[in-house]
T-cell receptor, first 111, second 114 residues
Framework: GDSVTQMEGPVTLSEEAFLTINCTYTATGYPSLFWYVQYPGEGLQLLLKATKADDKGSNKGFEATYRKETTSFHLEKGSVQVSDSAVYFCALDTGGFKTIFGAGTRLFVKA | SQTIHQWPATLVQPVGSPLSLECTVEGTSNPNLYWYRQAAGRGLQLLFYSVGIGQISSEVPQNLSASRPQDRQFILSSKKLLLSDSGFYLC?????????????FGSGTRLTVV
């Protein structure tokens, strides 16, 4: 079945460091891919998305490229801030009424 | 614009008591609606989803139930809570189509069963 695998956390970085959170997927068909962010005590927010191969989603300095050949959708940010500390979820949707979420990766950014 | 409301934000309930969590969506019609649970430090577990009034699909057998009495209202219930029902409950909606829109989540209800 369809699945999403994220790198295990927590990821701890210093402010202004480069961030990569790996995400790979298994899916039949042509899924849309998403990154969601969850700040402490809050619900999830859609961060960015890509709907077809080679698309790049971007928002708030974060970006991810839909790589069909490697079935990956890694999240990157060039310079993280303390305010980026949160849990990040990779997800896919193949149109079957359900989105498949990864387990989440917790990011801590130190000042 | 579309908004989603979920309440209450926090709830402490004794074991064996009933539960009712409510979620409403504004600014859209015929949304797909979802209830998720998130245990402490864990990922998301899909509990129920609904593609229309009165249509409920259950993903996990348990002592919870869901109902959709109106197009934009989704209710999560239990007759008798268990300790294991503690967690962070999230409601979400998405348009019926296109499927690549993504989900909009509510702010969540933190339930502690004591």
């Amino acid at each position: 079945g369809d699945s999403v695998t994220q790198m295990e956390g927590p990821v701890t970085l210093s402010e202004e460091a480069f961030l990569t959170i790996n995400c790979t997927y298994t899916a039949t068909g042509y899924p849309s891919l998403f990154w969601y962010v969850q700040y402490p005590g809050e619900g999830l927010q859609l961060l960015l998305k890509a709907t077809k191969a080679d698309d790049k989603g971007s928002n708030k300095g974060f970006e991810a490229t839909y790589r069909k050949e490697t079935t990956s959708f890694h999240l990157e940010k060039g310079s993280v801030q303390v305010s980026d500390s949160a849990v990040y979820f990779c997800a896919l949707d193949t149109g079957g009424f359900k989105t498949i979420f990864g387990a989440g990766t917790r990011l801590f950014v130190k000042a | 614009s579309q908004t989603i409301h979920q309440w209450p934000a926090t709830l402490v309930q004794p074991v064996g008591s009933p539960l009712s969590l409510e979620c409403t969506v504004e600014g859209t019609s015929n949304p797909n609606l979802y209830w998720y649970r998130q245990a402490a430090g864990r990922g998301l577990q899909l509990l129920f989803y609904s593609v229309g009034i009165g249509q409920i699909s259950s993903e996990v057998p348990q002592n919870l139930s869901a109902s959709r009495p109106q197009d934009r209202q989704f209710i999560l219930s239990s007759k008798k809570l268990l300790l294991s029902d503690s967690g962070f409950y999230l409601c979400a909606w998405s348009p019926g189509t296109p499927y690549n829109y993504g989900y909009t989540f509510g702010s969540g209800t933190r339930l502690t069963v004591v």
